[in-house]
């Protein structure tokens, strides 16, 4: 079984920059996990994709609303998925979450993914 957990959210201003981390572990981690996304939830709204990092080739894809500005990256030997943002807006203020896929291909939908961290709070003020 593989376990997420979030780290670095908090308050930040308006065009402030924010790094996420996502250390992963379990013992299936490595065998099983194909790719790590992150979403996020603002109060009263769906779940949204925010991008993708492939585990094995490091192939990312970004939502619309955040390319240019969030930067997925991973380190191998920490077992670790890092969400780095920058410019951020009060738009992005949400609960993020990186979640892990076992399937073949990525996907933006919030069900096809297999394990999920407890989620971190980020809040951008105007």
């Known amino acids: 079984q593989v376990q997420l957990a979030e780290s670095g959210g908090g308050l930040v201003q308006a065009g402030g920059s924010l790094r996420l981390s996502c250390p992963a572990s379990?013992?299936?981690?490595?065998?099983?996990?194909?790719?790590i996304g992150w979403f996020r939830q603002a109060p009263g709204k769906e779940r949204e994709f925010v991008g993708v990092?492939?585990?094995?080739?490091?192939?990312?894809y970004y939502a619309d609303s955040v390319r240019g500005r969030f930067t997925i990256s991973r380190d191998i030997a920490d077992n670790t998925v890092y969400l780095q943002m920058n410019s951020l807006e009060p738009e992005d203020t949400a609960v993020y979450y990186c979640?892990?896929?076992?399937?073949?291909?990525?996907?933006?939908?919030?069900?096809?993914?297999?394990?999920w961290g407890q989620g971190t709070q980020v809040t951008v003020s105007s």
């Open positions: 979640t892990c896929r076992t399937g073949r291909f990525w996907t933006t939908t919030p069900a096809d993914y297999d394990c």
């Open positions: 379990g013992r299936t981690f490595s065998m099983y996990v194909k790719h």
């Open positions: 990092i492939t585990w094995n080739g490091g192939n990312t």
